[in-house]
């Protein structure tokens, strides 16, 4: 009553405001006459092709909601993939629908029957039009199907479990009748709880509109204006409301609705989250995929380091094995078959490689020569892996003294034990890396650390900047290459104690096994996992690093090596692995020094060959019928075992022994005038200078060996420390070798046999010798007329003092006079050799031949 007082006023007015009959018929017609004159000429006028849905007045329209399957979201996605899968599933087919509607309105009055069935899948509903005869009205039609749908849907909800179901997913079937002129669209526009109401004539008061609205459910709000919106509670009110009311013509006329979905505007509080607060959330994020992406790939990367150092899944692996012989050797033999073919190239290329084959055979066969007299050191070399006591082992030797076939050819790979567990570090390669990627790349290969994305650091750069820009602080994603470096060993370190106790489990079952079956007190002791490895070195792995150093050939990877001690001496001390390091540069040893202070060091050291292998292994190279000729060559190339093939390479090209020698001794000449006496420092060595390399090479061109407190006589080597920091540099760069006894330097000797002999042919050359002698003469007067100097200055100190430092004086006189000597006697010799080019008869200066 309230209300039909509120809409009194506002219904005489609209009374009073009525339009002309014409203007009724219009806005009432407007949507048939179209469609009238549209269906003219056309054959299919049905509701799918005209979207508008034609009833006589026998005929009544109803829709039915939730026919079909309701959506889960209101995506367009999921719409478009509900609307097209629906009609696959089982019981949606148009007969199923109509079947199904009879079953939920029947009983139907007498000749009431279902004239048409308009499916509107995205609505998950239907339009159904019945037929009625003329004794039933419209209104009874309707009341009479509602009815019946009412209570078969509460027969079939009856018990406890359906009717909580119904309560939290109602699926019960509801029916509206169809006020308005229905369209029957396929348009984009997806079901939503908000309804834009548009006017065509007079607009409707928020009143108005929700008696229009309110009987499909439940209206949350209505917002009048020059276009209305209701929203509702549920979606299925929306959309009943939107199929039955669209099109209705109000007010005797003067109003039109038509209604459309509002899309809704969902928000993401994530995303919304994400963006105003960044400084929160990017770290959060990155922290996330750092932790997913460890999770996921860091056991596959360890699974690989696994691989690497067992050599599990390789064909030397399974190379015994029966089967594999079985199914190998026939496909191989099949596919020598298949892919042989006559060719002359591939013929003589085949022959050549056998050929090559039965040389490299036969030079392998014969240098092992060279080995025999290393086999007792080969034996130590054992031993002490299998005590399993601090085994962090050096061997150490010249360049081209066959280090790395000692320890992996002749010690390792002949022990099946030793050969299965072996991971090879290569420095020389590492130190080679020009970039940050390259280093990576080049790591993660030598550690079988697999996958590595290196693409992630230039990223993780222009990520990290950009969030330095939103935030104000660095995000962390890229890390420095030395934190990334050490991930890669860390993880490496867990792979190789999982190899190293990899047989643990089986002991310790094995073990309480046997325990079960004894008496009291006969119990075997369940070791430990550290004992466990203490009394089986074949279960730990054997790390081998190859040519470490002190300095790489690039500076900004001079953190490696010592990365690569810290490393090892982490594994020695948590007893995990056995290390072997083998080195030229004897300097190298300080970074083991500074990892392991407290350890002594196993140290093996390799010499060259004995002059009788030496002698033994050309021999068996060279097939020649002047022998005398190439033994008078071989005291000059000595044991060397680089030197001595590149002799046998210039024999067998065709040069004479005499000739090959003299070319070689040319090229080492060369070599030390370019790096040493030419002042070209290698890389940042300055601590030496070309007079003292010059004293050096004088005094070993004639003798095979000098001693140390010999040469610290020279006025050139004053200071211990800088001459032991001088020599250490020279024995670097494989110029001279030196000899410690007790770790005391002793002996001093040409890096190279054939070094000797190019220091020979350099002082023997008059114009080089008179060269780098006078600047060792002038480096010597340097020296003298600076502690001439030095005196002086001190004699201008103490002169006011008198008699009183009378002795010290005298003995500062006696200085002066001493040094003054001297640099006349080195001055006469300046003069005797710039005099040695006019004195064309004298066939000896100083001791030393020339033309």
Request: proline share 4%; charged share 25%; with cysteine.
């Amino acid at each position: 009553m309230l209300m039909i007082k509120r809409l009194g006023p506002r219904l005489v007015t609209l009374k009073q405001s009525l339009p002309p009959l014409g203007r009724l018929r219009k806005l009432s017609t407007d949507i048939e006459e179209i469609k009238q004159e549209s269906d003219s000429n056309e054959s299919d006028i049905s509701a799918s092709a005209t979207g508008v849905i034609d009833k006589t007045q026998s005929e009544v329209l109803l829709y039915y909601d939730n026919i079909y399957p309701l959506g889960t979201s209101n995506s367009a996605f999921k719409q478009y993939f509900r609307m097209i899968c629906t009609p696959l599933l089982p019981g949606h087919s148009p007969e199923e629908i109509g079947k199904r509607v009879r079953e939920i309105s029947e009983p139907l009055p007498e000749n009431v029957k279902i004239s048409e069935l308009v499916p509107l899948r995205r609505d998950c509903g239907a339009f159904i039009k019945f037929q009625f005869p003329p004794e039933i009205t419209a209104r009874d039609v309707v009341g009479c199907i509602q009815t019946n749908v009412k209570k078969n849907d509460e027969e079939l909800n009856k018990g406890i479990f359906k009717y909580v179901l119904n309560l939290v997913w109602n699926q019960s079937p509801a029916v509206y009748p169809v006020k308005g002129t229905p369209w029957i669209e396929d348009l984009r526009r997806f079901p939503s709880s908000r309804l834009r109401v548009k006017f065509e004539g007079e607009k409707l008061t928020e009143e108005e509109l929700y008696l229009l609205f309110r009987r499909y459910g439940v209206i949350i709000d209505i917002k009048p204006g020059d276009e209305a919106t209701v929203i509702y509670r549920n979606l299925r009110s929306a959309v009943c409301a939107k199929n039955c009311v669209t099109g209705i013509s109000v007010n005797k006329g003067k109003s039109v609705l038509h209604l459309q979905y509002i899309p809704i505007k969902r928000v993401n509080y994530v995303t919304d989250f994400i963006l105003n607060h960044q400084k929160i959330t990017i770290p959060i994020l990155l922290a996330l995929l750092a932790t997913v992406a460890v999770l996921i790939f860091d056991p596959v990367r360890e699974w690989s380091i696994e691989l690497k150092i067992t050599k599990k899944y390789t064909f030397d692996h399974y190379k015994d094995n029966q089967l594999f012989k079985f199914v190998y050797i026939p496909y191989k033999t099949i596919s020598n078959w298949l892919t042989d073919g006559y060719d002359y190239i591939d013929e003589h290329i085949t022959q050549f490689q056998e050929d090559t084959d039965d040389i490299s055979d036969d030079s392998s066969q014969n240098s092992n020569l060279l080995w025999s007299e290393r086999f007792e050191k080969s034996k130590q070399l054992k031993l002490w892996i299998y005590e399993n006591i601090n085994t962090f082992i050096i061997v150490k030797g010249p360049k081209g003294s066959g280090k790395e076939e000692f320890v992996l050819d002749h010690t390792l790979h002949d022990d099946e034990l030793l050969s299965q567990r072996i991971l090879y570090i290569d420095c020389d390669n590492i130190s080679k890396c020009r970039s940050d990627n390259s280093l990576i790349s080049e790591t993660s290969n030598q550690l079988g650390y697999f996958p590595v994305f290196t693409w992630t650091n230039s990223i993780s750069q222009f990520i990290d900047l950009g969030v330095q820009g939103l935030t104000g602080q660095k995000s962390g994603l890229s890390e420095s290459i030395e934190t990334q470096l050490k991930n890669m060993f860390l993880l490496t370190s867990l792979a190789i104690r999982n190899i190293a106790l990899a047989d643990y489990e089986k002991y310790k079952n094995a073990v309480i096994k046997k325990n079960s079956k004894l008496k009291d007190g006969e119990e075997i002791e369940l070791l430990k996992e550290d004992e466990y490895l203490q009394q089986h070195p074949e279960a730990k792995p054997i790390i081998i690093v190859n040519k470490f150093a002190r300095k790489s050939d690039t500076n900004k990877n001079d953190f490696m090596y010592q990365m690569i001690a810290d490393w090892t001496s982490g594994l020695i001390q948590n007893n995990m692995a056995h290390v072997i390091y083998i080195t030229s540069d004897v300097g190298s040893i300080q970074h083991l020094n500074d990892a392991l202070p407290n350890q002594v060091f196993k140290t093996i050291t390799l010499s060259d060959a004995s002059s009788g292998s030496a002698q033994q292994y050309l021999l068996s190279q060279l097939k020649l019928s002047d022998v005398k000729s190439v033994l008078s060559c071989l005291e000059p190339l000595g044991g060397r075992m680089l030197d001595l093939q590149a002799f046998i390479r210039r024999i067998k090209s065709g040069e004479s022994p005499d000739d090959a020698l003299s070319e070689m001794v040319s090229q080492a000449a060369e070599q030390i005038t370019t790096f040493f006496l030419n002042n070209q420092k290698l890389q940042d060595d300055n601590n030496w200078n070309t007079a003292q390399v010059w004293h050096v090479m004088k005094l070993l061109s004639g003798h095979d060996q000098i001693d140390y407190d010999e040469l610290i006589k020279s006025p050139l080597f004053k200071s211990s420390n800088e001459t032991r920091a001088t020599l250490s540099t020279l024995e670097k760069h494989d110029l001279i070798s030196l000899k410690r006894d007790k770790g005391i330097l002793n002996k001093i000797t040409a890096g190279r046999p054939l070094f000797k002999a190019a220091f020979k042919n350099l002082i023997d050359d008059l114009k080089i010798y008179k060269l780098y002698e006078v600047d060792l003469l002038n480096n010597l007067l340097k020296l003298e007329t600076d502690k001439i100097k030095k005196v002086q200055d001190e004699l201008v100190a103490i002169s006011p003092m008198g008699a009183r430092l009378e002795k010290r004086i005298q003995f500062l006189a006696q200085k002066i006079e001493v040094s003054n000597s001297k640099i006349i006697a080195l001055e006469e010799k300046i003069v005797e050799i710039g005099k040695i080019d006019s004195e064309p008869e004298s066939k000896r200066f100083l001791g030393i031949k020339y033309n």
